[in-house]
């Protein structure tokens, strides 16, 4: 399963250090960043699944980015669990009011703070956690990482794994070259963009036979997309 990405913007370092081992530790691609303003624009170029928010911050407050992000319709509906020394009742009906989804007081404990993120990932996205994903003839088993196309296996390589997953999540959103080079190799990659071209490329080969139905739509000048027209994409929970 690719992991579902979580923003930490923090700027006490210790309490950053903290949430990101614990998360990477649980499967999580974690970013953090100090500042508010500094998380504005990141989030501008890239939406992650969940934003853990100080309230109090340099540059911008999580109060004020928390109302500008509800704002804008790409993250309208963005998870977000404010941090925050503000244990009153009134401040923690203020930080929800604002459009945080949950709110955590410090000093916290770590398990609760896990256990509220898995939550609240598993009701704003649950394909994020899904077992199976499918879509048409196209199969990917999260567990084992295998990926089927109607009867046959396919062989993928990590990378073409990753961008089809990635892209099956997400059916029908187009995405740009940057966008996927970000979320599939990560921020702080030197990868160039053409190089999405390539691994592409080579999904396109490993998914299609002569004559099928290719299910990566490409838009000129953009980027790429799962077309959403392949078929309706249904997500199911392995039962354990």
């Given at each position: ?8 913007v923090?700027?006490e ?12 530790a ?21 939406v992650p ?7 109090m ?11 500008r992000l ?8 963005l ?21 945080a989804?949950d709110?955590?007081v ?19 996205s ?15 088993n ?13 062989q ?18 187009v ?6 080079l ?25 998914i299609n ?6 299910p990566i ?5 953009t ?8 078929a ?5 929970e392995?039962?354990?």
């Amino acid at each position: 399963m690719s992991k579902p990405s979580i923003l930490i913007v923090e700027d006490e370092e210790t309490i950053a250090l903290l949430l990101r081992y614990n998360l990477e530790a649980e499967g999580y691609h974690v970013t953090t960043v100090e500042r508010g303003d500094e998380a504005d624009l990141v989030l501008r170029e890239v939406v992650p699944d969940l934003v853990l928010l100080d309230w109090m911050l340099p540059g911008l407050s999580g109060i004020e980015l928390c109302r500008r992000l509800r704002q804008r319709p790409e993250t309208q509906r963005l998870p977000i669990i404010l941090l925050t020394a503000r244990g009153e009742e009134d401040e923690r009906v203020r930080g929800l009011a604002t459009g945080a989804d949950d709110y955590i007081v410090k000093p916290f404990s770590v398990p609760e703070l896990l256990a509220r993120v898995r939550a609240l990932l598993r009701r704003a996205s649950p394909e994020r956690v899904a077992s199976l994903l499918m879509a048409g003839e196209i199969i990917i088993n999260r567990e084992t990482r295998r990926v089927k196309r109607g009867d046959r296996e396919l062989q993928l390589g990590p990378t073409e794994y990753r961008i089809l997953e990635f892209l099956m999540e997400r059916t029908g959103r187009v995405f740009e070259r940057a966008q996927l080079l970000d979320s599939i190799w990560g921020m702080d990659s030197d990868i160039d963009e053409r190089t999405v071209d390539v691994h592409v490329g080579r999904l396109r080969k490993a998914i299609n036979k002569p004559k099928e139905r290719d299910p990566i739509r490409t838009v000129r000048g953009t980027g790429y997309a799962f077309d959403e027209t392949f078929a309706q994409l249904t997500r199911v929970e392995i039962p354990h």
